[in-house]
């Protein structure tokens, strides 16, 4: 029976070439980058504390969203699955994850670490600002900085009420669509037809929503669903190319080489080589 494929915690950023720059400090990271796009369904290990310098994006959970503008602040608990909509003009980003210890110490005195909340407001910008200075600063003094900054953020944060998050109506069974792909993804007698017809719509309406919904046909997903698997399977083992290509679903070696290359720009014998 072909195995679920969720993915693994991602880092932060989850796409490696949105990042800017990066620095950590006593048990805190800052990381800076600018975002495009749609960013599929993922968590990281770490808990995150996400502020929007520039830009708009929506971000997922479940049945459940929040619309970020500029100079919000979104907290997410450490491996809490989620969705990023990026709008137009992309997103920019400042991000400060939380290691397990710390993380640990902050939340005896406090929730904010353990659940979403979406905040706003111009006091903890000022200490972002800061931050961002200090990133950059590298003397003596700037580490120490960081981390009484961070502290001073998240205690400001806590006195801060939550804004509300809404509620993603009729995508029930969007998220049901989603969780089939994943768990049928190598199977390659697959049928989109018959996966709308399994969650209730149209196939029609089924292909118009899911493309509205994750900015990417259902074809598309499941076809990206396989290659990630086939490059972790590619990285992990030495199993031929050509027993790997069947496995993940392709009809052939040929046929998944092709599209491997187009998503990777590389072949795989030669992304394995490249490890």
């Known amino acids: 029976m072909p ?24 048990g805190f990271r800052f990381t800076e980058s600018i975002h495009k796009g749609l960013i599929p369904s993922h968590s990281h290990q770490l808990t995150t504390i996400n502020v929007l310098l520039r830009g708009t994006f929506e971000e997922s959970y479940g049945l459940s969203s929040t619309s970020c503008e500029a100079d919000s602040v979104l907290y997410r608990p450490a491996q809490e699955m989620h969705e990023d909509r990026i709008g137009q003009k992309g997103a920019h980003n400042f991000v400060i994850e939380i290691e397990d210890e ?11 670490l353990n659940e979403v909340a979406h905040l706003r407001d111009p006091g903890l910008m000022h200490l972002v600002r800061k931050m961002r200075r200090e990133v950059n600063a590298f003397d003596e003094a700037s580490g120490l900085a960081l981390e ?12 801060i009420p939550a804004l509300p998050s809404k509620k993603v109506r009729n995508h029930q069974w969007l998220k049901r669509s989603e969780e089939l792909l994943r768990d049928r993804f190598r199977d390659n007698g697959i049928q989109l037809s018959e996966l709308a017809e399994e969650v209730g719509v149209h196939p029609v309406h089924f292909a118009r929503a899911f493309k509205a919904r994750y900015d990417t046909t259902p074809g598309c997903f499941l076809r990206s669903l396989r290659i990630k698997w086939a490059a972790e399977q590619l990285q992990t083992t030495l199993r031929p190319i050509s027993e790997i290509a ?30």
């Open 3 to 26: 195995t679920s494929y969720h993915p693994k915690p991602a880092a932060v950023p989850a796409r490696r070439r949105d990042l800017i720059q990066a620095r950590s400090v006593r």
């Open 102 to 112: 710390r993380a640990r110490s902050i939340s005896a005195h406090s929730r904010i």
């Open 148 to 159: 009484g900054l961070a502290m001073t953020f998240i205690a400001q944060s806590i006195r």
């Open 246 to 275: 069947l496995d993940s679903g392709f009809s052939d070696q040929s046929h998944f080489g092709r599209a491997f290359k187009k998503h990777y720009g590389v072949s795989p014998g030669v992304w394995r080589r490249s490890l």
